[in-house]
Protein backbone atom coordinates (compact mmCIF):
# COMPACT_ATOMS: atom_id res chain seq x y z
CA UNK A 1 0.00 0.00 0.00
CA UNK A 2 0.93 3.65 -0.53
CA UNK A 3 0.49 6.85 0.92
CA UNK A 4 -2.92 8.27 -0.29
CA UNK A 5 -3.35 10.46 -2.87
CA UNK A 6 -6.43 12.40 -2.48
CA UNK A 7 -6.94 12.72 -5.76
CA UNK A 8 -6.26 9.32 -7.15
CA UNK A 9 -8.36 8.06 -4.41
CA UNK A 10 -11.04 10.45 -5.27
CA UNK A 11 -10.86 9.44 -8.89
CA UNK A 12 -11.61 5.33 -7.36
CA UNK A 13 -14.80 6.22 -5.09
CA UNK A 14 -16.14 8.46 -7.87
CA UNK A 15 -15.54 5.50 -10.47
CA UNK A 16 -17.36 2.88 -7.86
CA UNK A 17 -20.45 5.35 -7.19
CA UNK A 18 -23.94 4.44 -8.20
CA UNK A 19 -23.62 0.45 -8.96
CA UNK A 20 -23.58 -2.89 -6.97
CA UNK A 21 -20.31 -2.86 -4.63
CA UNK A 22 -19.29 -4.78 -2.24
CA UNK A 23 -17.91 -3.18 1.23
CA UNK A 24 -14.94 -4.40 3.81
CA UNK A 25 -15.14 -2.18 6.91
CA UNK A 26 -13.21 -2.58 9.82
CA UNK A 27 -11.80 -1.15 12.96
CA UNK A 28 -9.61 -2.71 15.69
CA UNK A 29 -7.12 -1.89 18.54
CA UNK A 30 -6.29 -5.54 18.94
CA UNK A 31 -7.53 -8.68 21.02
CA UNK A 32 -4.50 -8.20 23.28
CA UNK A 33 -5.18 -4.91 23.80
CA UNK A 34 -6.00 -5.01 27.55
CA UNK A 35 -3.43 -8.06 28.07
CA UNK A 36 -0.70 -5.68 27.50
CA UNK A 37 -2.46 -2.50 29.03
CA UNK A 38 -5.00 -2.91 31.79
CA UNK A 39 -6.13 0.25 31.19
CA UNK A 40 -6.64 -0.57 27.36
CA UNK A 41 -10.21 -1.88 26.45
CA UNK A 42 -10.31 -4.46 23.42
CA UNK A 43 -12.63 -2.50 20.74
CA UNK A 44 -13.56 -3.53 17.41
CA UNK A 45 -16.12 -4.24 14.82
CA UNK A 46 -16.10 -5.61 11.24
CA UNK A 47 -18.40 -6.36 8.54
CA UNK A 48 -17.73 -7.93 5.72
CA UNK A 49 -19.67 -8.00 2.03
CA UNK A 50 -21.94 -5.65 2.93
CA UNK A 51 -23.68 -5.14 -0.40
CA UNK A 52 -24.54 -1.21 -1.01
CA UNK A 53 -24.88 1.30 -4.05
CA UNK A 54 -23.97 4.58 -2.86
CA UNK A 55 -24.76 7.89 -4.51
CA UNK A 56 -21.34 9.43 -3.96
CA UNK A 57 -18.34 9.04 -2.01
CA UNK A 58 -15.56 11.72 -0.60
CA UNK A 59 -12.39 11.65 0.72
CA UNK A 60 -11.62 14.27 3.07
CA UNK A 61 -8.38 15.18 5.33
CA UNK A 62 -4.42 15.91 5.44
CA UNK A 63 -1.09 15.44 7.06
CA UNK A 64 -1.38 12.19 6.06
CA UNK A 65 -4.45 11.09 7.85
CA UNK A 66 -7.91 10.87 6.18
CA UNK A 67 -11.65 10.22 6.36
CA UNK A 68 -13.84 8.56 3.56
CA UNK A 69 -17.63 8.88 3.83
CA UNK A 70 -20.15 6.77 1.04
CA UNK A 71 -23.72 8.28 1.40
CA UNK A 72 -26.38 6.23 0.66
CA UNK A 73 -30.01 6.14 -0.33
CA UNK A 74 -31.13 5.12 3.44
CA UNK A 75 -27.80 5.79 5.26
CA UNK A 76 -23.57 6.17 5.41
CA UNK A 77 -20.56 4.53 5.64
CA UNK A 78 -17.41 6.09 7.66
CA UNK A 79 -14.41 5.77 7.86
CA UNK A 80 -11.64 7.57 10.25
CA UNK A 81 -8.40 7.10 9.99
CA UNK A 82 -6.96 6.05 6.80
CA UNK A 83 -3.74 7.06 5.60
CA UNK A 84 -2.61 4.27 2.96
CA UNK A 85 -4.31 2.97 -0.29
CA UNK A 86 -4.32 0.36 -3.02
CA UNK A 87 -5.85 -0.28 -6.34
CA UNK A 88 -4.98 -3.98 -6.45
CA UNK A 89 -5.20 -6.32 -9.37
CA UNK A 90 -8.36 -7.13 -9.31
CA UNK A 91 -9.84 -3.40 -9.50
CA UNK A 92 -10.54 -3.55 -5.57
CA UNK A 93 -10.25 -0.11 -3.83
CA UNK A 94 -7.96 -0.66 -0.65
CA UNK A 95 -7.80 1.84 2.24
CA UNK A 96 -6.34 1.32 5.58
CA UNK A 97 -4.83 3.15 8.35
CA UNK A 98 -1.95 1.76 10.79
CA UNK A 99 -0.18 2.81 13.49
CA UNK A 100 3.42 3.21 13.48
CA UNK A 101 4.55 -0.10 14.07
CA UNK A 102 2.34 -1.07 10.81
CA UNK A 103 -0.61 -2.44 12.49
CA UNK A 104 -3.65 -2.04 11.10
CA UNK A 105 -6.18 0.19 12.97
CA UNK A 106 -8.97 0.56 10.31
CA UNK A 107 -9.80 -0.41 6.56
CA UNK A 108 -12.41 0.24 4.08
CA UNK A 109 -12.38 -1.24 0.86
CA UNK A 110 -14.99 -1.71 -1.81
CA UNK A 111 -14.59 -4.18 -4.50
CA UNK A 112 -17.04 -4.88 -7.78
CA UNK A 113 -16.83 -8.58 -6.72
CA UNK A 114 -17.61 -9.91 -3.40
CA UNK A 115 -14.24 -10.32 -1.61
CA UNK A 116 -13.44 -13.94 -0.24
CA UNK A 117 -15.30 -15.44 2.47
CA UNK B 1 8.82 -33.43 30.77
CA UNK B 2 8.97 -35.28 27.70
CA UNK B 3 7.95 -38.13 27.62
CA UNK B 4 8.00 -40.59 24.94
CA UNK B 5 4.93 -40.21 23.58
CA UNK B 6 3.02 -42.39 20.55
CA UNK B 7 1.66 -39.53 18.55
CA UNK B 8 1.38 -35.62 19.61
CA UNK B 9 -1.42 -33.22 18.01
CA UNK B 10 -1.06 -29.66 18.38
CA UNK B 11 -4.72 -27.53 18.12
CA UNK B 12 -4.88 -23.84 17.88
CA UNK B 13 -6.09 -21.59 16.03
CA UNK B 14 -3.58 -19.21 14.42
CA UNK B 15 -0.53 -19.59 12.00
CA UNK B 16 1.70 -18.37 14.96
CA UNK B 17 0.16 -19.86 18.11
CA UNK B 18 2.13 -22.62 17.74
CA UNK B 19 5.59 -20.71 17.06
CA UNK B 20 5.03 -18.60 20.42
CA UNK B 21 3.19 -21.20 22.49
CA UNK B 22 4.64 -24.74 21.84
CA UNK B 23 7.48 -24.82 19.22
CA UNK B 24 9.97 -25.33 21.86
CA UNK B 25 8.28 -28.09 23.25
CA UNK B 26 7.24 -29.71 20.02
CA UNK B 27 11.07 -29.44 18.84
CA UNK B 28 12.02 -31.68 21.74
CA UNK B 29 9.69 -33.93 21.07
CA UNK B 30 10.66 -34.29 17.28
CA UNK B 31 14.14 -34.67 18.47
CA UNK B 32 13.18 -37.66 20.07
CA UNK B 33 11.48 -38.89 16.62
CA UNK B 34 7.93 -38.44 18.05
CA UNK B 35 5.78 -37.55 15.18
CA UNK B 36 3.76 -34.12 15.94
CA UNK B 37 0.84 -32.68 13.92
CA UNK B 38 -0.76 -29.48 14.19
CA UNK B 39 -4.25 -28.77 13.56
CA UNK B 40 -4.14 -25.08 12.52
CA UNK B 41 -7.51 -23.40 13.18
CA UNK B 42 -7.68 -20.54 10.65
CA UNK B 43 -5.20 -18.79 8.48
CA UNK B 44 -5.18 -15.31 10.72
CA UNK B 45 -7.08 -13.71 8.19
CA UNK B 46 -8.32 -10.89 10.83
CA UNK B 47 -4.70 -10.12 12.09
CA UNK B 48 -3.33 -6.76 12.53
CA UNK B 49 0.03 -7.23 11.64
CA UNK B 50 0.83 -6.59 8.35
CA UNK B 51 5.15 -6.64 8.19
CA UNK B 52 6.74 -4.20 9.68
CA UNK B 53 7.40 -1.96 7.41
CA UNK B 54 3.59 -3.35 6.07
CA UNK B 55 3.68 -5.75 2.60
CA UNK B 56 0.74 -6.97 3.49
CA UNK B 57 -3.26 -5.64 3.21
CA UNK B 58 -6.35 -6.75 4.63
CA UNK B 59 -6.79 -9.31 1.22
CA UNK B 60 -3.62 -10.69 0.75
CA UNK B 61 -2.37 -11.31 4.67
CA UNK B 62 -4.23 -15.04 4.68
CA UNK B 63 -2.10 -15.72 1.25
CA UNK B 64 1.32 -14.26 3.58
CA UNK B 65 -0.01 -16.31 6.66
CA UNK B 66 -0.59 -19.58 4.63
CA UNK B 67 2.99 -19.87 3.46
CA UNK B 68 4.59 -18.28 6.98
CA UNK B 69 2.34 -21.26 8.35
CA UNK B 70 3.75 -23.97 5.86
CA UNK B 71 7.59 -22.25 6.39
CA UNK B 72 7.19 -22.94 10.00
CA UNK B 73 6.18 -26.45 9.90
CA UNK B 74 9.24 -27.37 7.62
CA UNK B 75 11.81 -25.61 10.42
CA UNK B 76 9.68 -27.61 12.84
CA UNK B 77 9.24 -31.05 10.73
CA UNK B 78 5.51 -31.55 11.89
CA UNK B 79 2.46 -32.79 9.53
CA UNK B 80 0.00 -29.30 9.08
CA UNK B 81 -3.52 -29.84 8.62
CA UNK B 82 -5.17 -26.25 8.13
CA UNK B 83 -8.82 -26.72 9.17
CA UNK B 84 -10.38 -23.80 6.99
CA UNK B 85 -11.91 -21.33 9.61
CA UNK B 86 -12.47 -17.93 9.81
CA UNK B 87 -10.06 -15.83 12.21
CA UNK B 88 -12.28 -13.98 14.60
CA UNK B 89 -15.69 -16.05 14.64
CA UNK B 90 -14.51 -19.53 15.79
CA UNK B 91 -16.44 -18.49 19.15
CA UNK B 92 -19.81 -18.22 16.80
CA UNK B 93 -19.18 -21.03 15.19
CA UNK B 94 -21.02 -24.34 16.96
CA UNK B 95 -18.86 -25.22 19.38
CA UNK B 96 -20.47 -29.05 18.89
CA UNK B 97 -19.82 -29.11 15.15
CA UNK B 98 -16.45 -27.93 15.44
CA UNK B 99 -15.34 -30.45 18.34
CA UNK B 100 -16.89 -33.23 16.18
CA UNK B 101 -14.59 -32.24 13.26
CA UNK B 102 -12.11 -32.58 15.65
CA UNK B 103 -13.08 -35.80 17.26
CA UNK B 104 -12.84 -37.09 13.49
CA UNK B 105 -9.30 -36.06 13.17
CA UNK B 106 -8.24 -37.58 16.62
CA UNK B 107 -9.96 -40.98 15.83
CA UNK B 108 -7.86 -41.15 13.30
CA UNK B 109 -4.36 -39.79 13.93
CA UNK B 110 -4.86 -41.92 17.72
CA UNK B 111 -2.59 -39.52 19.50
CA UNK B 112 -1.20 -39.88 22.88
CA UNK B 113 -1.02 -36.51 23.94
CA UNK B 114 -3.23 -33.51 22.47
CA UNK B 115 -1.81 -29.95 23.17
CA UNK B 116 -4.47 -26.72 23.17
CA UNK B 117 -5.59 -23.63 24.47
CA UNK B 118 -7.01 -23.42 28.50
CA UNK B 119 -10.39 -22.33 27.84
CA UNK B 120 -11.35 -19.15 29.38
CA UNK B 121 -7.59 -18.52 30.30
CA UNK B 122 -5.98 -17.80 26.60
CA UNK B 123 -6.94 -14.22 26.06
CA UNK B 124 -7.59 -14.06 22.04
CA UNK B 125 -11.73 -15.62 21.84
CA UNK B 126 -10.32 -17.92 18.83
CA UNK B 127 -7.98 -19.53 21.63
CA UNK B 128 -10.50 -19.91 23.82
CA UNK B 129 -13.21 -21.51 21.40
CA UNK B 130 -10.39 -23.68 19.62
CA UNK B 131 -9.40 -24.87 23.36
CA UNK B 132 -13.33 -25.66 24.51
CA UNK B 133 -13.76 -27.56 21.32
CA UNK B 134 -10.18 -29.38 21.44
CA UNK B 135 -11.06 -30.18 24.79
CA UNK B 136 -15.17 -31.44 23.99
CA UNK B 137 -13.71 -33.79 21.17
CA UNK B 138 -11.64 -35.82 23.41
CA UNK B 139 -14.09 -35.60 25.87
CA UNK B 140 -16.28 -37.48 23.67
CA UNK B 141 -13.96 -39.71 22.82
CA UNK B 142 -13.51 -43.37 24.24
CA UNK B 143 -12.27 -43.01 27.97
CA UNK B 144 -10.15 -46.01 27.29
CA UNK B 145 -8.73 -44.37 24.11
CA UNK B 146 -8.49 -40.61 25.12
CA UNK B 147 -5.46 -39.08 24.96
CA UNK B 148 -3.94 -36.93 27.35
CA UNK B 149 -4.14 -33.27 27.09
CA UNK B 150 -1.99 -29.98 28.01
CA UNK B 151 -4.06 -26.51 28.20
CA UNK B 152 -2.10 -23.82 27.99
CA UNK B 153 -3.44 -20.72 29.77
CA UNK B 154 -2.04 -17.11 28.90
CA UNK B 155 -4.27 -14.92 31.08
CA UNK B 156 -2.25 -12.78 33.90
CA UNK B 157 -4.09 -14.65 36.30
CA UNK B 158 -3.69 -18.31 35.91
CA UNK B 159 -1.36 -19.31 38.79
CA UNK B 160 -3.34 -17.44 41.12
CA UNK B 161 -6.60 -19.35 40.24
CA UNK B 162 -5.19 -22.62 39.27
CA UNK B 163 -1.80 -22.78 41.15
CA UNK B 164 1.62 -23.61 38.82
CA UNK B 165 1.42 -25.38 35.99
CA UNK B 166 2.17 -29.05 36.38
CA UNK B 167 4.11 -29.07 32.72
CA UNK B 168 6.79 -26.67 32.71
CA UNK B 169 8.62 -27.50 29.83
CA UNK B 170 12.61 -25.41 29.79
CA UNK B 171 13.06 -24.93 26.32
CA UNK B 172 15.95 -22.70 26.10
CA UNK B 173 18.39 -25.52 25.16
CA UNK B 174 16.48 -25.48 21.89
CA UNK B 175 15.47 -21.79 21.80
CA UNK B 176 17.40 -21.40 18.00
CA UNK B 177 15.27 -23.85 16.69
CA UNK B 178 12.01 -21.81 19.08
CA UNK B 179 12.92 -18.26 17.15
CA UNK B 180 13.65 -19.96 13.89
CA UNK B 181 9.85 -20.98 13.99
CA UNK B 182 8.77 -17.37 14.86
CA UNK B 183 10.72 -15.46 12.31
CA UNK B 184 9.09 -17.90 9.53
CA UNK B 185 6.00 -16.40 10.54
CA UNK B 186 7.49 -13.08 9.24
CA UNK B 187 4.66 -10.97 9.32
CA UNK B 188 4.00 -11.08 12.65
CA UNK B 189 6.89 -12.24 14.54
CA UNK B 190 8.20 -8.45 14.62
CA UNK B 191 5.29 -7.02 15.81
CA UNK B 192 4.49 -9.58 18.55
CA UNK B 193 7.69 -9.62 19.99
CA UNK B 194 7.59 -5.71 19.59
CA UNK B 195 3.88 -5.92 21.87
CA UNK B 196 6.12 -7.91 24.64
CA UNK B 197 8.42 -5.11 24.84
CA UNK B 198 8.60 -2.12 22.97
CA UNK B 199 12.10 -1.36 24.11
CA UNK B 200 13.69 -4.13 21.81
CA UNK B 201 14.79 -2.38 19.05
CA UNK B 202 18.14 -4.43 17.52
CA UNK B 203 17.47 -7.92 16.21
CA UNK B 204 19.97 -9.30 19.08
CA UNK B 205 17.75 -7.50 21.74
CA UNK B 206 14.57 -8.98 20.34
CA UNK B 207 15.75 -12.46 20.77
CA UNK B 208 16.98 -11.55 24.21
CA UNK B 209 13.32 -10.27 25.33
CA UNK B 210 11.83 -13.53 23.58
CA UNK B 211 14.37 -15.98 25.27
CA UNK B 212 12.94 -14.45 28.54
CA UNK B 213 9.31 -14.08 27.44
CA UNK B 214 9.00 -17.37 25.97
CA UNK B 215 11.91 -19.85 27.38
CA UNK B 216 9.36 -21.80 29.35
CA UNK B 217 6.51 -23.52 28.09
CA UNK B 218 3.58 -24.69 30.65
CA UNK B 219 0.69 -26.21 30.57
CA UNK B 220 -1.81 -27.94 32.66
CA UNK B 221 -2.97 -31.58 32.37
CA UNK B 222 -6.57 -31.50 31.58
CA UNK B 223 -9.14 -33.59 34.29
CA UNK B 224 -11.45 -35.10 33.00
CA UNK B 225 -14.80 -35.94 34.83
Known sequence: MEPIHIEEVQKQLDRLANKEVYVHLETTNGAYASHFNENAYNVGAFIRNAKVNYLHGKIVGDNGTYRVGLKLDIGWVYAEGVNQWELDEQDRLLMAGHDREGRLMVALEISEQPFKN | ?225
Open chain 2, 1 to 225: MIDLEKHVVVIYPHPDDEAFGASGTITQFRQKGIPVTYLCGTLGEMGRNMGNPTFANRETLSDFRKKELIDACKVMDVELRMLGYRDKTLEFESRDEIAQHLKKILEEIEPSLVITHFPGHAVHPDHNAMGAAAIEAVRLMNPDSRPKVWAQAISHDHVKLFGEPDVINNVKPVFDQKMRTIMAHRSQAQGVLGSMNGNAESAANMEEVAKERLGYESFYTWKFD
